[in-house]
């Protein structure tokens, strides 16, 4: 019966461990902090990307439909469009959008981003390009580490990437 007891005791003990709450009272971001997801992207056409293309964006024109998913409801989301990054050298996004989240925070936004500045003439020369899309649940900033794509702790980033070839367009 002893012998029952020194082993009942040690189990009771370790199994009395209660973990705290995620979430405070009034703190809406209390709980851990997790990566934004990319759903889908679509033209303004409705049409979407797939992966990996190649597609065909127009010099001057054009939107994004970006649909995106964040559990932390509370959190702006960051869009920052990037074409050849690193290619021979690291470059600032062509274009970039956000969402608040609004009065009624969901965990499902669509963010409406215009590709002005995504494709240039210089880039309408046939070729194919990388073309690049982050999604940060902070704004990014610029490091010696990640020039133009950085984000501090505890942000988080979703990428998806693309080839894409652009054209002028019609005259």
């Keep these: 019966m002893a012998h029952a007891a020194t082993l009942v005791a040690p189990t009771l003990l370790w199994g009395c461990v209660v973990p705290p709450p995620l979430r405070n009272e009034g703190d809406p971001d209390a709980g851990v902090n997790q990566p934004p997801a990319l759903r889908a992207v679509r033209t303004s056409a409705g049409d979407e990307l797939t992966r990996p293309g190649p597609h065909e964006l127009v010099v001057g024109v054009g939107e994004l439909r970006v649909t995106a998913s964040d559990t932390d409801r509370d959190d702006t989301l960051y869009v920052r469009m990037y074409v050849d990054y690193g290619l021979p050298s690291p470059t600032a996004a062509r274009a970039e959008c956000r969402a608040a989240p609004g009065a009624t925070p969901t965990t499902e936004r669509t963010l409406s981003c215009s590709l002005l500045g995504v494709c240039t003439d210089e880039l309408a020369d046939g070729a194919l390009h990388i073309f690049e899309l982050d999604l940060y649940d902070r704004e990014p900033a610029s490091s010696p580490a990640r020039l133009f794509r950085d984000v501090t702790a505890p942000g ?11 054209a002028r367009a019609p005259s």
């Design 156 to 166: 988080e980033v979703a990428t998806f990437w693309w080839q894409i070839t652009c």
